[in-house]
T-cell receptor, first 117, second 112 residues
Framework: AQKITQTQPGMFVQEKEAVTLDCTYDTSDQSYGLFWYKQPSSGEMIFLIYQGSYDEQNATEGRYSLNFQKARKSANLVISASQLGDSAMYFCAMREGWSGATNKLIFGTGTLLAVQP | KAGVTQTPRYLIKTRGQQVTLSCSPISGHRSVSWYQQTPGQGLQFLFEYFSETQRNKGNFPGRFSGRQFSNSRSEMNVSTLELGDSALYLC???????????FGPGTRLLVL
């Protein structure tokens, strides 16, 4: 069964520094998608970045980049130049099943990031 | 373009009652999924709808049901509420079934 593991319950980072949030996944599917979402205390899940299993380049979106290591089944999120507004819960998620079969996302337990001034 | 909207944002019910939550997807999005988030169980998938058809269902009891209308708006219903149903219910929409899902602000349900 597909599974997402986030081993860092909480992390601190100094403002303007970079931080890496870890995510490993387990799946037997050849085609899958990996996502990172940010959830501030307000509750809304904000999409950050997506990586397809067949994408050869690591995904980047502004200050966010995804360090995708397929052989190790890891999809770590790197946030560069942290800002106070980055303080939130971060979830790694995987779209289950072969391409087109479902939109169901499996989420990890999340990492609570605190950015310190 | 307006984002995903969910109503109501907050709800307090008592055990045994039923509740209906509503979700309006981003304009043009045809796929709607629902998730339940609790401190103990984390984020769990409830249902997925596409073009008014339920395409996938999570491991929840039959008290949880949903539907999607022709305008892609979706509702979920929970009957005979239990204390454990207290949660943040999140709705997400996407253009299709392989597209990125965008979430609404959620409905916080408290069952007393």
């Amino acid at each position: 069964a597909q599974k997402i593991t986030q081993t860092q319950p909480g992390m601190f980072v100094q403002e303007k520094e970079a931080v890496t949030l870890d995510c490993t996944y387990d799946t037997s599917d050849q085609s899958y998608g990996l996502f990172w979402y940010k959830q501030p205390s307000s509750g809304e899940m904000i999409f950050l970045i997506y990586q397809g299993s067949y994408d050869e380049q690591n995904a980047t979106e502004g200050r966010y980049s995804l360090n995708f290591q397929k052989a190790r089944k890891s999809a770590n999120l790197v946030i560069s130049a942290s800002q106070l507004g980055d303080s939130a819960m971060y979830f790694c998620a995987m779209r289950e099943g072969w391409s087109g079969a479902t939109n169901k996302l499996i989420f990890g337990t999340g990492t609570l990031l605190a950015v310190q001034p | 373009k307006a984002g995903v909207t969910q109503t109501p944002r907050y709800l307090i019910k008592t055990r045994g009652q039923q509740v209906t939550l509503s979700c309006s997807p981003i304009s043009g999005h045809r796929s709607v999924s629902w998730y339940q988030q609790t401190p103990g169980q984390g984020l769990q998938f409830l249902f997925e709808y596409f073009s008014e058809t339920q395409r996938n269902k999570g491991n929840f009891p039959g008290r949880f049901s949903g539907r999607q209308f022709s305008n892609s708006r979706s509702e979920m219903n929970v009957s005979t509420l239990e204390l454990g149903d207290s949660a943040l219910y999140l709705c997400a929409s996407s253009l299709g079934r392989e597209e990125t899902q965008y979430f609404g602000p959620g409905t916080r349900l408290l069952v007393l």
